[in-house]
């Protein structure tokens, strides 16, 4: 079921968002700030790419329950 798949679009959102949250909170202490930084440009990357692709399943999901 097409509804299905958001829900688990959303979850795996979700966690992608909570994960990097604990990127920033750590590479926040790190004394190596390229390094630092580098983590938090990844996370950065890891949510908008999340974001694209949940966007995209609810763009299928409406299309299909419609």
């Given at each position: 079921?097409?509804?299905?798949?958001?829900?688990?679009?959303?979850?795996?959102?979700?966690?992608?968002?909570?994960?990097?949250?604990?990127?920033?909170?750590?590479?926040?202490?790190?004394?190596?700030?390229?390094?630092?930084?580098?983590?938090?440009?990844?996370?950065?990357?890891?949510?908008?790419?999340?974001n694209e692709r949940a966007d995209g399943?609810?763009?299928?999901?409406?299309?299909?329950?419609?």
């Open positions: 079921m097409p509804t299905f798949s958001r829900i688990t679009a959303v979850l795996a959102q979700a966690a992608v968002v909570a994960a990097s949250m604990n990127v920033y909170i750590n590479a926040a202490s790190m004394d190596d700030e390229a390094r630092a930084d580098r983590y938090r440009a990844e996370a950065d990357r890891l949510i908008a790419e999340a399943i609810l763009a299928y999901t409406m299309d299909a329950i419609r």
